[in-house]
């Protein structure tokens, strides 16, 4: 073979390579997927630098070294603007939503130490369904009982009160004004707590549909796994059918390479279905758990709001007699609500159990 030589250029075109300006790629140009300090790094170091991939909807990022564990540290900031600090003894790998990443390394000016590697790679079907499904759950979970739990709790306060105030006063009329305080407070607390829920279970609505749109992602996923098992299966099958017509040696050895790196394929493929299928189920039950959770919060909501409405009328009905107060005790039946609340943690328990089974999945496909 012939190689081209600057000898053999045509005089114009040598001409031209000597008097044309090179000009370096800039680091704009560039996208930066890894961010990397000196090892051991510098003191008194501030860098900035943004990973990037573009087009990439979640990345895998990956955090690897040592700092100075008081001083020095690495600050990531996904698109989002959420941010996680690390320092000290570090190895960590986690996703994030979005095609950038931005890094801040920070050193003072005492000790040093290894230094620290940040890696970013586009992350797998797998690994973004899982990332999303995680973040959908944790989504309804945080717009979930803490602040009504709260109101709930400020409820019950109140109602041991005011049954100390109508059991220690031997004349009700003369505390009907105490007493009224305690239920307008008690109704305005119940009002409250139900004025959150139109929002909480809006937002609840919206994660639940993406889990679904998710859910149907995992389900092609799998045909589409079955069917390439098929077509590779029947391409074995092709293969061994064709080396049975061949009296060749040296054809019939290429042919059984084909088999069994088909095979090998097909093996990959089924360890593939299992992990997806495998998914799946907890990928169902979690939403199966995150329905009820948030009905159970639909019921205790409207509860509340008819609590509300019925201490509304409490507060209306303090001209009654003295005697018609003693069954103030029992307009609203806070065992029942104590029940529903029970129900509400008892399913936040059964749904963290699910998301540590799903966290402890991994797959790199």
Same mark, same amino acid.
Request: glycine share 4%; aromatic share 6%; charged share 25%.
């Given at each position: 073979?012939?190689?081209?030589t600057?000898?053999?250029? %045509?005089?114009?075109?040598? &001409?031209?390579?000597?008097?044309? #300006?090179?000009? #370096?790629?800039?680091?704009?140009?560039?996208?930066?997927?890894?961010?990397?300090?000196?090892? #051991?790094?510098?003191?008194?170091?501030?860098?900035?630098?943004?990973l990037?991939? %573009?087009n990439?909807?979640?990345?895998?990022v990956?955090?690897?070294g040592?700092?100075? +564990?008081?001083?020095?540290?690495?600050v990531?900031?996904?698109?989002?603007?959420?941010?996680?600090?690390?320092d000290?003894?570090?190895?960590?790998?986690f996703?994030? &939503?979005?095609?950038?990443?931005?890094? $801040?390394?920070?050193?003072?000016?005492?000790?040093?130490?290894?230094?620290?590697?940040?890696?970013i *790679?586009p992350?797998? &079907? $797998?690994?973004?369904?899982?990332?999303?499904?995680?973040? *959908?759950?944790?989504?309804?979970?945080?717009?979930?009982?803490?602040e009504i739990?709260?109101k709930?709790?400020?409820?019950?306060?109140?109602?041991?009160?005011?049954q100390?105030?109508?059991?220690q006063a031997?004349?009700l009329n003369?505390?009907?004004?105490?007493?009224?305080?305690?239920?307008? /407070?008690?109704? +305005?607390?119940?009002?409250? *707590?139900?004025?959150?829920?139109?929002?909480? /279970?809006?937002?609840h609505?919206?994660?639940i549909e993406l889990?679904?749109?998710?859910?149907?992602?995992?389900?092609?996923?799998?045909?589409?796994?079955?069917?390439?098992?098929?077509?590779n299966?029947?391409?074995?099958?092709? $293969?061994?059918?064709?080396?049975?017509q061949?009296?060749? %040696?040296?054809?019939?050895?290429?042919?059984?390479?084909?088999?069994?790196?088909?095979?090998?394929?097909?093996?990959?493929?089924?360890?593939?279905?299992?992990?997806?299928?495998?998914?799946?189920?907890?990928?169902?039950?979690?939403?199966?758990?995150?329905?009820?959770?948030?009905?159970?919060?639909e019921?205790?909501?409207?509860?509340?709001?008819?609590?509300?409405?019925?201490?509304?009328?409490?507060?209306?009905?303090?001209?009654?007699?003295?005697?018609?107060?003693?069954?103030?005790?029992?307009?609203?039946?806070?065992?029942?609500?104590?029940?529903?609340?029970?129900?509400?943690?008892?399913?936040?328990t *059964?749904?963290?159990?699910?998301?540590?089974?799903?966290?402890?999945?991994?797959?790199?496909?």
């Amino acid at each position: 073979m012939r190689y081209l030589t600057l000898s053999a250029l %045509p005089l114009i075109s040598y &001409l031209l390579l000597l008097t044309t #300006p090179f000009t #370096p790629i800039s680091a704009a140009d560039k996208n930066l997927t890894q961010f990397k300090t000196d090892k #051991p790094y510098k003191n008194k170091e501030n860098r900035r630098e943004t990973l990037s991939i %573009p087009n990439a909807e979640a990345l895998e990022v990956s955090v690897q070294g040592i700092t100075e +564990q008081k001083y020095d540290y690495l600050v990531i900031t996904d698109s989002a603007g959420n941010e996680q600090r690390f320092d000290g003894v570090i190895d960590k790998r986690f996703s994030v &939503l979005g095609s950038n990443i931005k890094v $801040f390394f920070r050193s003072d000016n005492a000790t040093v130490a290894d230094g620290v590697t940040v890696t970013i *790679a586009p992350i797998s &079907l $797998f690994k973004k369904v899982k990332f999303q499904v995680l973040a *959908a759950a944790n989504v309804i979970m945080r717009q979930g009982t803490g602040e009504i739990n709260e109101k709930f709790i400020k409820i019950l306060k109140n109602l041991n009160r005011l049954q100390e105030q109508l059991g220690q006063a031997q004349d009700l009329n003369s505390i009907s004004g105490q007493i009224k305080e305690q239920l307008a /407070l008690i109704a +305005q607390t119940y009002h409250d *707590a139900a004025s959150t829920g139109e929002n909480i /279970l809006r937002i609840h609505q919206q994660q639940i549909e993406l889990l679904m749109q998710l859910e149907k992602t995992t389900a092609n996923s799998i045909d589409n796994l079955l069917k390439r098992q098929r077509e590779n299966q029947d391409q074995i099958t092709n $293969f061994q059918n064709f080396a049975n017509q061949i009296q060749d %040696p040296l054809e019939k050895q290429k042919l059984q390479f084909s088999i069994e790196g088909t095979r090998n394929l097909l093996s990959a493929l089924e360890t593939q279905r299992i992990i997806w299928s495998d998914f799946q189920r907890v990928e169902s039950e979690l939403i199966g758990l995150l329905r009820t959770y948030s009905k159970r919060i639909e019921v205790l909501l409207y509860s509340m709001n008819i609590s509300a409405q019925v201490y509304d009328q409490a507060v209306n009905v303090l001209a009654l007699e003295g005697s018609k107060l003693l069954s103030l005790e029992k307009l609203n039946n806070i065992n029942e609500l104590q029940k529903i609340v029970a129900d509400i943690q008892s399913s936040e328990t *059964a749904i963290m159990s699910v998301i540590k089974r799903i966290e402890q999945t991994d797959a790199n496909f």
